[in-house]
T-cell receptor
Framework: DAKTTQPTSMDCAEGRAANLPCNHSTISGNEYVYWYRQIHSQGPQYIIHGLKNNETNEMASLIITEDRKSSTLILPHATLRDTAVYYCIVRVARGSQGNLIFGKGTKLSVKP | NAGVTQTPKFRILKIGQSMTLQCTQDMNHNYMYWYRQDPGMGLKLIYYSVGAGITDKGEVPNGYNVSRSTTEDFPLRLELAAPSQTSVYFC???????????FGPGTRLTVL
């Protein structure tokens, strides 16, 4: 699975959009980009994933660059409850083990 | 659906003691996983299972054992607890046809 690079921490004002970047310059053609988040002391929660097209669901939007070497997770109207560590994970869909390899992620702090 | 449930929520063990961490899912998921998370770090895979009767080692299996006698349950056994096993343990599950993993709330274990 390709390596990802994320900023250690970010701040965002409540009600504003939170844009979380992720670099994955060694991504392969069959690898997807997944985003999970972990609110303090809870288990990780799936947010969204994509291959090359931009994706949107009720939680967030995922923008993947045309060369697929980076992506951005967008929380359109951040709330205090979105304060969490956000993990960008790149992996082959339904790989042999299917486990997720978590880095240190980005700690997002949403401030009033 | 209760999703993925884990018991206990907290436990303190003395060095050399043994215990079993329980994990149950009611979503009829084929795959189940055990991860551990040390402070400030990402999750590391301990063991996983692709179905009842089938288990395999992950990245950090030493000091642990698992079994999968039913689809629903995937207990993790610590035989001789050591301080290095102080961590938060997360169980997760997914369907074979998707990559979205669902995590339990975690068990916080301290070995003194």
């Amino acid at each position: 699975d390709a390596k990802t690079t994320q900023p250690t921490s970010m701040d965002c004002a409540e009600g504003r959009a939170a844009n979380l970047p992720c670099n994955h310059s060694t991504i392969s053609g069959n690898e997807y980009v997944y985003w999970y988040r972990q609110i303090h002391s809870q288990g990780p929660q799936y947010i969204i994933h994509g291959l090359k097209n931009n994706e949107t669901n009720e939680m967030a939007s995922l923008i993947i660059t045309e060369d697929r070497k980076s992506s951005t997770l967008i929380l359109p109207h951040a709330t205090l409850r979105d304060t969490a560590v956000y993990y960008c994970i790149v992996r082959v869909a339904r790989g042999s083990q299917g486990n997720l390899i978590f880095g240190k992620g980005t700690k997002l702090s949403v401030k009033p | 659906n209760a999703g993925v449930t884990q018991t206990p929520k907290f436990r303190i063990l003395k060095i050399g003691q043994s215990m079993t961490l329980q994990c149950t899912q009611d979503m009829n998921h084929n795959y189940m996983y055990w991860y551990r998370q040390d402070p400030g770090m990402g999750l590391k895979l301990i063991y996983y299972s692709v179905g009842a009767g089938i288990t395999d080692k992950g990245e950090v299996p030493n000091g642990y054992n698992v079994s999968r006698s039913t689809t629903e349950d995937f207990p993790l056994r610590l035989e001789l607890a050591a301080p290095s096993q102080t961590s938060v343990y997360f169980c997760a599950s997914r369907l074979a046809s998707t990559d979205t993993q669902y995590f339990g709330p975690g068990t916080r274990l301290t070995v003194l």
